[in-house]
């Protein structure tokens, strides 16, 4: 209990002083970054290849890069894609005659994207998480701030843990808290049981029939008592 006090005061005081990103609160933060997609010719800020036979693409640049230097490609054939002269349709012309008869051009452009499955409250956790995972992002990802707009309770949270005075928290003795973790866990347990002998007498509303009900209530008895035992607890069973 007391480490779980002291984290929430030093996050308290991460909050309080953290750089907001000109981002209204509630804010988190996430991971941002750059990716190519398929654009029209207008608005190309590349090209790529596709080939069908090798089932890849490159950009134009690094496959003619990768061409002088794999050795695949002789001296005449490397002298004739130099002569192409940066001609993206005379290149394509040299790949389709030397490399993929099927092989294609198509225009790029880069996206800014926010990457799935990032949330961090810290702007500092969110640095360190891309560090860290640099092998998961370009080397131009990025913290990128938002807000939880119109989140009601996401808001009250951020309230609580950025002003409630975790000073007045009163630490309970380990003896009081296993004490109420027990009570918590039996009577749990024992509602299960309950509602399980209520669907046996007939009483099952909100269910289709009354073996449903208690088929439900007694898996759920089971699985309280399997996670009280997993707590180091051992609940009072049915005939004890």
């Given at each position: 209990m007391k480490e779980a006090i002291q984290f929430l005061k030093e996050l308290q005081q991460e909050?309080?002083?953290?750089?907001?990103?000109?981002?209204a609160a509630p804010r988190f933060w996430v991971v941002g970054d750059y990716k190519w997609v398929e654009a029209n010719e207008g608005n190309a800020e590349r090209y790529s290849v596709s080939l069908p036979n090798a089932a890849e693409s490159y950009p134009v640049e690094d496959y003619i890069e990768n061409?002088?230097?794999?050795?695949?490609?002789?001296?005449?054939?490397?002298k004739e894609l130099d002569e192409c002269n940066n001609d993206y349709d005379e290149i394509l012309e040299w790949i389709q005659k030397y490399e993929d008869e099927g092989a294609e051009l198509f225009p790029e452009k880069k996206v800014h994207i926010k990457k799935d499955s990032t949330f961090f409250i810290t702007k500092e956790e969110a640095k360190k998480h891309i560090k860290a995972n640099s092998h998961h992002y370009t080397s131009e990802a990025h913290t990128y701030a938002m807000t939880a707009w119109r989140a009601a309770k996401v808001a009250k949270l951020w309230e609580i843990l950025q002003e409630f005075d975790w000073e007045s928290v009163e630490i309970k003795k380990e003896g009081t808290i296993q004490?109420?973790?027990e009570q918590t866990f039996q009577k749990r347990y024992d509602y299960h049981i309950s509602q399980k002998y209520e669907a046996m007498a007939g009483k099952y509303?909100?269910?289709?029939s009354s073996t449903d009900a208690r088929n439900h209530h007694a898996l759920s008895a089971s699985l309280v008592y399997q996670d009280a035992l997993t707590a180091g607890i051992r609940l009072k069973v049915e005939g004890d």
């Open positions: 909050l309080s002083t953290q750089d907001v990103d000109c981002q061409a002088k230097e794999d050795g695949e490609f002789n001296d005449e054939q490397l004490k109420e973790k509303g909100g269910w289709s």
